[in-house]
């Protein structure tokens, strides 16, 4: 899961796999463009629905709160 959540990072936002901050958005890292390039993605790669509730910049702040919100929401799943 952690690789192909990585993969899909590096395709939109290769500069995120190496950003160690806390807000990506806010830092101009990704912007919401790239956020709802990147909710698609995840949910086609495994097959979950990523609610509008979860596409919020907590949730997107750096790459370990995105694999932990892939994560949550395929245990619910």
Do not use: Q
Not at 45 to 64: H, L, M, P
């Amino acid at each position: 899961m952690e690789e192909k959540v990585l993969e899909i990072l590096e395709e939109y936002c290769e500069e995120a796999l190496t950003y160690e901050g806390d807000n990506m958005m806010e830092e101009g890292i990704i912007d919401s463009f790239t956020v709802i390039n990147i909710v698609s993605e995840l949910e086609d790669a495994f097959d979950i629905e990523i609610d509008a509730k979860y596409v919020v910049a907590e949730n997107f702040k750096n790459k370990v709160a995105i694999l932990e919100l892939v994560e949550r929401l395929l245990e619910e799943a």
